[in-house]
């Protein structure tokens, strides 16, 4: 199953440009290695669970459970028509309550091999359908900027640095995908019995796994013009006004871009060290947040309540902040914590 982009951040220590990959988590500590085998048999249990989940959500007609079921069925192979990734996708966006966070999902529908994503008919629709958001523009110019096309990616960073937020939806996936879980009970052969989280613990693993697979901004791209064009003052002023628009995000990965921007290119030394400090905060709170997680594979508990944050709504952010209070986690890295000491 796909990692958890969110671990991936914390694991890796140091929130840096080049770690803004979205590089597959390999997963949260494990109770001892099955055969591989029975680790096969474990993860047909899962696909099939996913299955019948979407089977049942396909039967709603509202967007939100129909969102969840297309990303409860993107993973699987070969399935009917009517659980396809697309015909649920298509369907959820006819719905009068369907948002930009359906939009946002259909852009994963293309294939990777044929070079046509993100699904240029979703990122047109986001233009209109979102225009005063960030990502929108951010993931335009990753993909301008792949193309070439130079004045292109210097207008998307301008309406990028001009708009109001930044929402990337994952937060909308979490709650579609965390409503959807409890439609059905895990069978026992989708997880470890010497796994203290149980059923819980299978529901968290699908609903931070599948919610991380969702198309990600063009950060890196971002990140590398903004570099190569600081001697233009134009450039720099609008990559300023994007950091303080990422830092005020929804998404650690656009808060982390956010602060890289308003450290390096930022004329005053203090604002420089002001945003160094906020990002050591940000790994704290990422670290503590993966820490919960792996926590909450041998603890039902733990998997309960992250699954009841996730079901709560807001965006990535706020459901990690709402973890770290649930257990008293402070969000301020202690006086001389190092991001090279993970604890574990």
């Not at 996936?173 to 409503?179: G, R, V, W």
């Not at 990559?239 to 871009?257: D, F, I, T």
């Not at 930022?266 to 160094?276: I, N, V």
């Not at 792996?294 to 309960?304: L, N, P």
Request: net charge neutral.
């Amino acid at each position: 199953m796909r990692g958890c982009r969110l671990l991936t951040l914390a694991l890796a220590g140091l929130l840096s440009v080049p770690a803004m990959a979205a590089t597959p988590w390999p997963g949260p500590t494990k109770a001892p290695a099955k055969a591989p085998l029975a680790q096969k048999d474990q993860t047909k249990a899962l696909l099939q669970f996913q299955k019948d989940l979407a089977s049942v959500l396909a039967l709603r007609t509202e967007s939100e459970p129909l969102l969840g079921a297309a990303l409860l069925a993107r993973p699987l192979t070969n399935p009917p028509e009517v659980l396809s990734y697309h015909a649920l996708l298509e369907r959820a966006s006819r719905n009068a309550d369907a948002g930009p966070q359906v939009t946002w999902a259909r852009l994963a529908d293309c294939e990777a091999k044929a070079g046509n994503c993100p699904n240029t008919e979703a990122l047109d629709a986001l233009e209109k359908q979102a225009p005063d958001n960030a990502a929108v523009w951010l993931l335009k110019l990753g993909v301008d900027e792949h193309n070439g096309a130079s004045d292109a990616v210097r207008a998307d960073l301008a309406r990028a640095a001009g708009a109001k937020l930044y929402d990337d939806y994952l937060g909308a996936s979490l709650k579609a995908l965390a409503n959807s879980v409890s439609q059905l009970p895990p069978p026992a052969d989708t997880f470890n019995p010497l796994q203290g989280a149980g059923a819980a613990g299978v529901q968290m693993v699908i609903v931070f796994g599948l919610a991380s697979g969702q198309p990600l901004p063009g950060f890196q791209a971002t990140a590398k013009y903004c570099e190569e064009n600081k001697t233009d003052a134009g450039v720099t002023a609008d990559c300023l006004k994007l950091a303080k628009v990422l830092e005020w995000g929804s998404s650690p990965l656009g808060r982390s871009l956010g602060l890289h921007l308003r450290e390096t290119l930022s004329p005053d030394s203090s604002d420089q060290q002001s945003a160094k400090n906020a990002r050591l905060n940000l790994i704290w709170q990422m670290q503590r947040f993966a820490q919960l997680n792996v926590q909450a594979q041998g603890d039902k508990a733990t998997a309960q309540k992250l699954l009841a944050l996730a079901r709560s709504g807001g965006t990535e952010m706020s459901v990690i902040l709402a973890s770290l209070r649930a257990y008293g986690i402070p969000p301020e890295a202690p006086a001389g914590w190092e991001p090279a000491k993970v604890e574990k």
